[in-house]
């Protein structure tokens, strides 16, 4: 351990700080270092991409994966939907990621965490659901939330979509 710190703190690119009783985990920083992809060339939209374009794609790809493992439950569909093309990706595709930062760039890009109730009236839900297709790839997600006794009042605890 090299320091230690209190009410702020930054761990593996999460920022985490309490504030008036509240936890909020922000990915601002990492957010506003993805930048739009500048020069995408003229081709047709189906035209596949080449070799420098297809690493490019699959960066992308690992950034918004990240934001939306870390504090973007949103970003979830799209993330999966950039994985499952990193390896036939087309033009189309490539000019999608911009739209996608867009989305990255209008909202924020934070969690945060608010007392739900008394422990002894927790409870812990889980949501999942999968997808089953013969002609590709099927999908799963799940959602774990901690919730009040009335479900009046949840946070979210883990989310994740992936390829299964």
């Not at 009410?7 to 920083?29: A, C, P, Q």
């Not at 990492?30 to 003229?42: H, L, M, Q, W």
């Not at 990240?66 to 033009?91: E, F, M």
């Amino acid at each position: 351990m090299s320091k230690v710190e209190e009410d702020k703190f930054r761990f593996t690119g999460l920022d985490v700080k309490t504030k008036n009783g509240r936890i909020e985990i922000s990915m601002e920083d990492y957010a506003d270092s993805v930048e739009e992809i500048e020069e995408i060339r003229k081709a047709e939209r189906n035209e596949r991409l080449r070799t420098a374009e297809l690493k490019e794609y699959r960066k992308y790809t690992g950034k918004i994966s990240w934001l939306s493992q870390g504090t973007r439950p949103d970003l979830s569909y799209s993330a999966l939907n950039l994985a499952k093309k990193n390896n036939s990706a087309v033009i189309s595709d490539l000019r999608n990621v911009n739209r996608i930062v867009e989305k990255v760039k209008r909202e924020e890009n934070k969690v945060v965490y608010r007392r739900i109730g008394d422990k002894e009236t927790l409870q812990v839900i889980g949501i999942v659901d999968a997808s089953y297709k013969s002609d590709e790839k099927s999908i799963g997600g799940m959602m774990i939330v901690l919730a009040d006794d009335k479900m009046t009042k949840a946070s979210p605890l883990m989310w994740k979509a992936k390829q299964i």
